[in-house]
């Protein structure tokens, strides 16, 4: 049997380090965390408190990424000021929506194409 205790990090390979490190620092605000010594490149961000963003050197293909599909979601604490900021910065917005339970989504593209989305849940009842 295997526990799962919690979710550890999300790994994205990526054409462009350098651009996509510059991608999740300006656009996504994350804040980037010291990384071992690999053998190739790459780059890792906190997400939340405990979960962390990979970034690893390699894509060599097109992706073709849908909301539905392949993606990885953040909740955030302001939709509206989610959503101002990524039009400021000019981000690839996908889709807003609001999902039948409530929650509302906003899906953006990253320089390869990768999917995320940014969230706030329904309020609990």
Known sequence: MIEIVDLNHVALAVSDVARSIQFYEDIVCLKQKPRPAFDFEGAWFALGETRELHLLEGLTTELHEHPRGDHFAMEVAD?????????????????????????????IEDPDGHVLEFCVMPPKN
């Open 79 to 107: 939709f509206e000021a989610c959503q101002r900021h990524l039009e400021a910065k000019s981000a690839t917005i996908v889709n807003i929506n609001l999902r039948p339970d409530g929650a509302r989504q906003i899906f």
